[in-house]
């Protein structure tokens, strides 16, 4: 991958765009009388569970058209909005974004500062600007603290890039930052990913990993690489949120959660609930070596490439009350060295397994406790597999929907 780097209610305003993002999901044939079948189908629900944690900044606000954004869809903006960045003042504030269309160099990228909140007006968009980069970011948010990021949407360039290579053509890029929230925001199109949160790697060789990233009500669909990669970093959480629809080049999954390459990152203590991760070309989530306490809770993970769910050498975690459907592999996969992990109060619906040579031999078909046989002509239960080097799996109490 090489990438370095108490229930309250929802407001009508976080309410209404969760509704529109998931009008822009579903397939237009249905238009909106659709809307409650695919919802009913999929067991997805219009209700936000989570409000996302304040973040601390002054009360200065400033419009990026003071500074000489023009909203226009063909001007280049990224120096306007650079400059309000930099004219906060020490106790930062709110950087406002005003209707329209923004166009931003994602090789120079707009860089946040702590203690200040991006605030998009719903009508306004960030358009990636055509670049042959394999690194290029919209938005970055580097070794800072105390950030917020909310409203509008984010376009890549996926469809007018300029060059072949790469895979980090990323919308938001979060490295070696603590306490940042990002919510209810649009991202599509990207070369790389909607957004990735990491490690910042220093002259010294070591790596500061991000602490306290809350994603909340945020829409990635049809991006390149991931919806959403969760690197080198502690304390991660993902609610109310949609995933769809990465595909281009691997790992195209809804969520990875990989501390990139080298064997000193981990990425530790990761939740995700109440969120719909569908039809990406590569797994729904995949959890993928030195990655300890994630739990993914009450989400619904369905039609993709690859597994619903896959871990691969990850240690401790808790997967329960998620729905599971018309995966292409099977629902849920506990691969190689994956360890202490519990799979309870499922439910798995006509996911398949596709078996590969060594498969037979190499991974077994979990028992569970209560649950039905699924549909392949052998019998055998198509939703939960595991390596035969992964231990401690327990799985119980789940079941199987007609």
Known sequence: MNDIQVMAPATAERREFLRKSLLLSIPPVLGFAGIGKVMAATGATTALTYTPPKRARGTTTLNVKNYGARGDGSSDDTTAFQKAVNALPSTGGTVYVPAGKYVIDP???????????????????????????????????????????????????????????????HGIMVRGSTRVTVRDIYIADCWGDGMSIGGAAQASGAVVPCNDVVVSNVVCTNNRR??????????????????????????????????????????????????????????????????????????????????????VGANGGYIAMNRMNRNYLCGLMFSSTSNDYQASSNVFRNNYTKIFGSHTTNYALVSMTGIKKGILPTGNDPHVQKASTATNIRVTSNQYAK
């Open 226 to 311: 991931q919806g959403l990669t969760i690197g080198c970093s502690r304390n991660v959480k993902v609610y109310d949120s949609e995933f769809s629809n990465s595909n281009g080049i691997a790992p195209q999954c809804g969520i990875d959660i990989e501390p990139d390459v080298n064997d000193s990152r981990t990425t530790d203590t990761v939740h995700i609930e109440n969120c719909l991760i569908r039809k990406n070309k590569g797994n729904g989530i995949l959890v993928y070596k030195r990655v300890t306490g994630v739990t993914i809770k009450n989400n619904t993970v369905e039609y993709n490439g690859g597994y619903g769910i896959l871990t």
């Open 107 to 169: 090789t120079r990228n707009v860089r946040l500062r702590s203690k200040m909140h991006l605030k998009l007006d719903p009508a306004a968009e960030l358009w990636a600007k055509s670049n042959s980069a394999e690194r290029a970011y919209v938005l970055m948010a580097m070794q800072v603290s105390d950030v917020e990021i909310s409203g509008g949407k984010i376009r890549g360039d996926r469809y007018r890039h300029l060059g072949s290579a790469g895979e980090w053509g």
